[in-house]
DNA sequence: TTGAAAGCGCTAACAG
DNA sequence: CTGTTAGCGCTTTCAA
């Protein structure tokens, strides 16, 4: 069996006071003896048991982080930031795929509260206000990223998804295009409904009435942007751009563009949004609107850890600012008219 | 405060010993008392500590799963595949990334010894072989994925790589490719070194000289890859196709390729490894060797999670069958010269 | 059926 | 400086 702390204060010939203040470093303890129970701790490769020291108050140095899917790559990059930044505090992480199922985010929660995880970090929305309200009598620290909510009142850090939106619609707007697709999931989040007030304020701005564009929603891969893309090419020609809220479902516009016919971004451009890996991936590379995936993660866990700490008193929420990161798959308008007349 | 096992007894007038009974469904209660006890605790939303009842012989419900990195789509898939398993069997788990740093790597697994996770898969590879039997001797149950290694005896799923080797090769060979390029990163797991064996016995076997293939290592990223097949395929012009040993540099090489002005797959054919999800939504869509990740990530899991319950008594390795995905980066060498006559 | 009591491995007063 | 002791919240005999 695992040696336990009477075992090496037997072998130490101390109390097992005296090793529990070596482990913790703690009080006063002689030099000499503080050298033979460290010895002796190495010889028999004793670790305290983190499972008996929570139970006497200290903390299981573990955070508990929700997303909806960890193989999307967005919350797979987010992920490995925080793990980073929890792995440097001394934190481990445990990963949560909630499918953005309610049920599944309120269950995770209170798995997690009975394993007594030191904080948490929601990176999925939460659907079920109440519940989660509830929930948070627990008094357990959480903290919000790329989510926000109005509601509840946690550390939260996200994106400036207004800007991200308005930044992307005016980029094609000064390109020259007017009917331009709005390719999205379920619209039931914040991010989402922020992004597309973004658009059009871009649209009002530069005088381009709103009924111009064209709502494509209820993608939630790959493949469903890329149908629902086609569908909307084939029914409403006169689209020669679109904005897809997130670089998945950039990428199945792309793949529909070419599927009918349309050279990206000769015919069609295109913006994604996030900017992870596969955006440069593309090809042609995509044009997106970049979150700093990374520091958000960063700066989540370490707002969050600084909690746990007893630190920071009132909740902060930082806002970062999104940066459209054009490469290849927008093009002028223009352009596009002359090169379909040669062809 | 959150209420004990106390709280509950006292006000349903039983000892803690009842409540307990009735938390684990366990010994005799009568049916009354047993309602009584499960609407206070409804009531009071208690949650048994899993803290404290680790510590009393019970399971923490928690497995480690150590990747090189979660943000590799690889890895990132098969954690979700984990995750979901472990879910279904009631665990959590906590991932680690190891970026393959032989230190990182055993400091995680003594952390989570620390924890007393009820097991580990080891998604990486261990370097250390000498520190990683020390660890065993903690006597916590292990499972590899995606990994060999001969020196230990624990559950193991991997992929046959000697024959997605031999398959990817013979493809290109059968296509009239001889001098191919065999992309690589540090050639220092079995994985790869399996896979190398299965290239060559394709040469073998098809009476073409080992001396045509030509090694590009010590490829990190789709960067490194891209960049290292540019300098191979300016060197080597021969060279009229490539088989990358994961789709990340299978992408950076079809990058390169396009920017030495070969045309994929006319005039260069590509083959990757893994078939993650980026290698249908490259352009074109690549050619590649796929693993049944989820079904790797579900059985690793569910070995574990066995030997964790106290079944299977003796170790088991499962070697699955890996299937060369054909889709569009590969295409006859005849054909290739033939397209630059032409042009 | 129910309960008393002894631990699980560790921390934190409080005494010496 | 070092040791004694009382818990932390739960499980598990063993009696009643």
């Given at each position: ?180 697709a709005?390719v ?30 064209v709502?494509v929603?209820?993608n939630?891969s790959i493949d469903d942007a890329k149908k629902s893309m086609l569908e909307a090419l084939q029914s409403d020609p006169?689209i020669?751009?679109v904005?897809a809220?997130?670089?998945?479902l950039?990428i199945g516009c792309i793949q529909a563009g070419k599927e009918a016919g349309r050279?990206v971004?000769?015919d069609l451009?295109v ?73």
């Open positions: 069996m695992r040696p336990t702390i009477y075992d090496i204060a037997e072998r130490a010939e101390v109390s097992i006071a005296t090793v529990s203040k070596v482990i913790n470093n703690k009080g006063k303890i002689g030099e000499k003896t503080k050298q033979r129970v460290l010895a002796i701790m190495d010889e028999l490769d004793y670790q305290p048991s983190t499972v008996a020291s929570a139970l006497t108050g200290k903390q299981t140095n573990t955070i508990g982080l929700l997303v909806p899917d960890i193989a999307n790559s967005f919350f797979a990059e987010l992920a490995r930031s925080v793990e980073d930044t929890g792995h440097a505090g001394g934190f481990n992480v445990v990963i949560c795929n909630t499918d953005n199922n309610p049920e599944k985010e309120i269950q995770y929660l209170w798995w997690l509260n009975q394993k007594r995880v030191d904080g948490i970090i929601l990176g999925t929305g939460i659907q079920n206000t109440k519940a989660l309200q509830d929930f948070m009598k627990q008094n357990i620290p959480l903290a919000l990223v790329a989510r926000d909510a109005a509601e509840i009142d946690v550390d939260t850090v996200l994106v400036d998804d207004y800007r991200g939106g308005y930044a992307a619609t005016k980029h094609l707007l000064k390109a020259g295009h007017t009917r331009i709005f999205v999931g379920e619209m039931n989040n914040s991010s989402d409904t922020e992004r597309l007030k973004g658009f059009y304020e871009a649209y009002d701005e530069h005088g381009v009435s709103r009924e111009e564009a709502l929603q209820d939630h006169d020669t751009a904005f809220l997130n670089d998945f950039a050279r971004p000769e451009s913006v994604g949004f996030d900017d992870t890996f596969i955006a440069t991936l593309s090809d042609p590379p995509l044009t997106t609107v970049a979150q700093p995936i990374l520091e958000m993660g960063r700066l989540v866990t370490q707002m969050l850890v600084d909690r746990i700490g007893g630190k920071n008193e009132t909740t902060r929420t930082v806002i970062l600012n999104p940066e459209l990161h054009v490469r290849k798959t927008t093009a002028n308008v223009k352009k596009a008219e002359r090169d379909v007349t040669n062809s």
